[in-house]
């Protein structure tokens, strides 16, 4: 998607979700009926994630038509796109793994029954709004929020992004490595993944403005994104174009609601220069 385009995230978290947070104080629904093994915030703060139940067979359409609606809201609320976020040990990616998804349904088992709920996602968002206005982010080997290892990352992942060429989607986003975190944390071929792929092609996960230029100079990617960097640097874009030092973010007001730590960073000025 070009430059100067604006788009939203669409995000189910699935299990990674507590009672309090769900009408009526209902259950958190997923592929599985084990609880996963980290936290998310409430307005208590981090609390354990709630026990959810299995999503059932009738409920899926429902979940699809309400990715559907999202993406067409978004269009008519101004964005020029939506990302659907199948990545982090969230909804879709709880379908994506079998270190999740114990499913034996259409939705569970074998790889094809896997990626059934992602492919039925992005078919129905690309038919509603259109490929060129649909991205997708992935994490093929990332384990947090408890979402463990896949038993054979590569062909689920390789089939996963082969069925989706065909949507002519406005990008693929892949986290290489664990989000966050380290680059390495288990072995995956990319170059292999995204030969199966020939839209844009964004990567994710502790690039340096060097790291970022040899990746696309490369052809490693085209596209290199940034997360929590922008927290801090409000003008990240000039500071990564003109070389110019990155400013901390504050980890202690990630998660307080507030301004404080986030709208009120400045911008660069040459006083921040080192001496």
């Known amino acids: ?13 699935g299990r990674i979700s507590h009672v ?9 629904v997923s592929s599985t009926g084990r609880a996963a093994e980290t936290k998310t915030f409430t307005a208590r703060g ?13 409920e899926i359409p429902g979940v699809i038509e309400s990715y559907r609606g999202a993406a067409r809201r978004a269009i008519e609320a101004g964005f020029d796109g939506v990302e659907v976020h199948g990545a982090n040990g969230y909804l879709i990616d709880q379908f994506l793994r079998d270190s999740i998804n114990d ?12 990626v059934r709920l992602l492919l039925e996602v992005m078919r129905a968002i690309c038919d509603e709004i259109g ?11 990332t384990p947090v929020n408890d979402a ?10 390789n089939h996963a992004v082969g069925q989706l060429a065909p949507l002519n989607l406005a990008f693929l986003h892949l986290i290489e490595g664990q989000t966050g975190g380290p680059r390495d ?7 292999a ?66 301004t404080a730590g986030y709208t009120d960073y400045p911008a660069y000025s040459a006083e921040q220069a080192p001496a």
């Open 1 to 13: 998607m070009p430059g100067g385009k604006i788009v939203v995230q669409l995000w189910h978290v």
């Open 20 to 28: 309090s947070l769900l009408p009526e104080g209902a259950a958190p």
């Open 46 to 58: 981090f609390e354990p994630c709630s026990t959810p139940r299995v999503l059932r067979l009738d």
């Open 103 to 114: 499913r034996t349904d259409a939705y569970g088992g074998p790889i094809e029954n896997r």
């Open 131 to 141: 490929g060129a206005r649909t991205g997708l982010r992935l994490s093929p080997v």
């Open 148 to 157: 463990g290892q896949d038993s054979d990352a590569q062909p689920l992942f």
């Open 185 to 191: 944390v288990a072995p995956f071929d990319y170059a």
């Open 193 to 258: 993944l995204r030969s199966r792929y020939r839209g844009a092609w964004m990567v994710n996960n502790g690039y340096t403005r060097d790291m970022a230029l040899q990746a696309v100079a490369s052809g490693a990617a085209d596209l290199v994104a940034f997360g929590k960097p922008f927290i801090g640097n409000p003008d990240l874009v000039r500071r990564l174009r003109e070389g110019l030092p990155l400013a901390p973010l504050n980890p202690k007001t990630l998660y307080g609601g507030g």
